[in-house]
Structure formats: C-alpha cells, structure tokens
C-alpha cells in the first residue's frame, strides 16, 4: 500500500502520471486484497483501485488514439476526482477500524485527521468549480492554498501508511537479528522500534483471536 500510494500520487507527478497511476492503483489493489485477511471493508478499497486504474488506462488510451472525445475526457476526470475521494474515505475508515480493533489510538486520531483535510481540501475544490459571480478571483486567489493543501494530505497519507506499516504488524511477522551499530543513538531507536512491534504483533494477535471467536459465536 505504501509503495503503490507513493506511485500514485508521487511519482505521477509528471507528463506520463497515468502510466504511474494505472501501475499504482494496481499495487494499491493487490495491497488492499492482501488486507482483507484482516479486515473486510479494505475489500471496497480493492474495488475503487480497480476501477481508478481503468480511467487511468483510459486516459493512456485518449493520449494515444482519437478514440474518446474531448466531452468524454472531461467526463472522466470529474468521475476520476469525485472516485478518488470516495478511495481515500474508504481507505481511511477501514485503517481506523482495524487500528480500533488493535488499540493504535494515534493512528485512529490520524485517520480521522486526515479524512477532515481531504473533506476541506474537496470543499474548495467544489466552491471554485461552482459557475459564482467571484469564480475567476477566487481560482485566482485561492489556486495555490487549494494545491498546497492537495499536497498536505497525500503527504499525511503517506505518513499514515508508513505508521500502520511499522506500528501494526501480523504475529507471524519475525524479525531478522540486526547487527549492532558502532552508535549507541541508533541501537536505542531500534530497540524502541522492535519494543512498539513486538506490542503490535501482541495486539494483531488479540484481535485476530477475537475476530476467531466472535465468527465462532455466530454460527
């Protein structure tokens, strides 16, 4: 998930982004599925990558062959905006539910953080796209503070990935031994970091013995 996000919204940033975004939401998809192990509603996250990966082949398409219109175009960047939020809102939900589930209560405030800066960040977009008396001086005023706050929650997101990576783990996860280094700084970060994994290896154990037990129950 962090390295197909980091493909999508990084590494597109250029003249070819929709070969970066097809190939992202792809490895976004396939991290997703692998999620499901553990939480059920990262299957509608699956589901919206798919679909983004298709517009993003669309787009590829229309850049090499006059086979979609210009109408049709625009069409689908409005349908690939108004995805990408309803993307991002289900990934969100889904991460703060199984942080909930594993007691992460920092990535649970983050989740909910960044869902309220993706809410505002689509809030201006929308208000500049309304046909207003102030349209052409407000895109001229607010262009840049709407831009830089598209950027501020990718690079939260980022973030958050990166957090659920290091701080939720599987408790089959082990790790290799690591050689010891020459600074004493560095081998009491690591041991912080193997102390954190250990009890999120302890928490995805609880949960997953729950979950066990909860199904149990049911039938």
């Known amino acids: ?112 953080r960044n869902l309220f800066f993706i809410g505002i960040y689509y809030l201006l977009y929308v208000i500049g796209m309304l046909p207003t008396p102030i349209k052409a001086s407000y895109e001229e005023n607010m262009g840049l503070p709407i831009l830089l706050l598209n950027f501020a929650w990718i690079i939260l997101d980022l973030i958050l990935l990166i957090s659920c990576y290091s701080q939720i783990c599987d408790e089959n996860d082990v790790d290799m031994e690591k050689k010891p280094s020459r600074f004493a700084f560095v081998n009491k970060m690591r041991e912080e970091l193997d102390a954190k994994q250990a009890r999120a290896r302890e928490s995805a154990l609880q949960y997953k013995k729950e979950k066990a037990e909860r199904k149990r129950k049911k039938k």
């Open 1 to 112: 998930m962090v390295f197909g996000y980091f493909i999508t919204y990084i590494m597109a940033l250029n003249p070819y982004g929709a070969f970066f975004r097809f190939a992202g939401y792809l490895v976004m998809a396939y991290g997703a599925d692998k999620l499901c192990e553990y939480e059920s509603r990262f299957a509608w996250s699956e589901y919206t990558s798919l679909v983004l990966s298709l517009m993003s082949a669309a787009r590829i398409l229309a850049d090499f062959t006059q086979l979609i219109s210009v109408k049709l175009l625009d069409a689908l960047a409005y349908a690939d905006a108004a995805l990408v939020l309803v993307y991002h809102v289900l990934l969100l939900l889904a991460i703060r539910r199984i942080a909930r589930d594993t007691e992460s209560e920092m990535i649970q405030t983050n989740s909910v």
